[in-house]
């Protein structure tokens, strides 16, 4: 009942094949179900009275054995509802889907815990990716928990030091190419071609987009059982978005939701091909061959799924929007500010691009809307270190601390009640 299907010329695969592109035409693939059995399958399961998480869909998953799942609680993250944010941008009913909350710290383990443990379904022993920081690091520690050989291919000096930290604990075999993401990306690809013994987990392999479709499961649930009117989410390699909108497709199709958000993507100005071409209302994308951005995370010009997310942004009558990097820095800073979360620059993207077009009145003040922030930034502290004002630095007495604190006169005292 789950096949693999091409999102171009409609070829159908087995699902245990190993493939990652349609042989026929060379498009992307996606798991298809048919709805009528899910629907079967979720009347006999428990899976409201389950806590939030990616397994709570279970019976939406396209495993098997439930039983040999990899996991590291996956999931079940946090829709704040952000009314000092929210009043700031003018946006009256706001809530930002914190993905940092995760075990590795991004939205990345959701895909994962079902790729790795798809890997194992078929009998996989090593696992790939190319990534600019949050893949590697969760790729590695799924690889850890299934014991399978994990490599990893980064951009040379291109990636925050706490994702990189993360791939080597986790004890994947870290290459740092001599070039950017998406350079890393053709070589894992041709890699896992050859190689039928590695299995390829970047976001084209479509069960990672499974895992990640659970984040819209989650919203809807979150708000009770109603989708928001937007979703906003950063882009980079195109699959987060294409996986939401999956998501919020499933849940309208199954009769979970009577609503369907429009999807809204927004990119860094330096790396932007997919915005560039919804702005330009062309249904193709041009690539960026030297895509730059401080937002290290989303710092791709030649994004794998961009037909996908063109489709999500199309059926949704969404949007995509640029912010450049001094609107990235200041959106994570007021983020912090307003409602203490700390994500790291690409995830304060959908922050920025909220801001930009509540400005131009392209957001309602009424729409319920969810902005999606996709990794922790803690990351990335050195952009920190770069953006903030440094801390004092004072003798070990009280007398100058006070004085700096400016607090060295006496207080007036507190009036009488
Ligand atoms: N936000 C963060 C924090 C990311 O790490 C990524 C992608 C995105 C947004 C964009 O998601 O690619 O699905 O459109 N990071 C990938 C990586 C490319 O290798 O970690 P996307």
Redesign the pocket.
Known sequence: MIHLQCIACGKKYNENKIIYYCKQCGDLLEVKYNYETLKEKLKKSNWRSLPLSVWRYTPLMPIHDPSKTITLNEGGTGLHQCKRLGKLLKIKHLYVKN?GENPTG???DRGMTVGVTKAIELNMKIVI??????????LAAYAAKAALQCIVL?PSGKIAYG?LAQAMIYGAKVVQVKGN?DQALKIVLELSEKHKKIYLL??INPFRIEG?KSLAYEICDQLKGKAPDKVI???????????IWKGLSDFHQLNLTSNLPQMI?IQAEGAAPIAQAVKEGSNSVIPIGQPETV?T??R?GA?L?WKK?MRAIKESKGTAETVTDQEILEAQRILARHEGLF??P??A?SIAGLKKLAELGRVDADDTTVCV???HGL?DPDIIMQTCEKPVEIEAEIEPILEYLGLSKPLAPIAAQ
């Open positions: 993905e991004s939205f990345k990716c190319a990534s600019t920081g949050n893949t590697a690091a969760s980064i994702k993401f970047n976001s990640q989410v950063p882009v980079g390699n195109a699959g987060n978005i294409s996986a993507g937002a995370a989303i791709i994004p799924s997310a994500v790291e690409a995830s993207s922030v996709t990794g990351k």
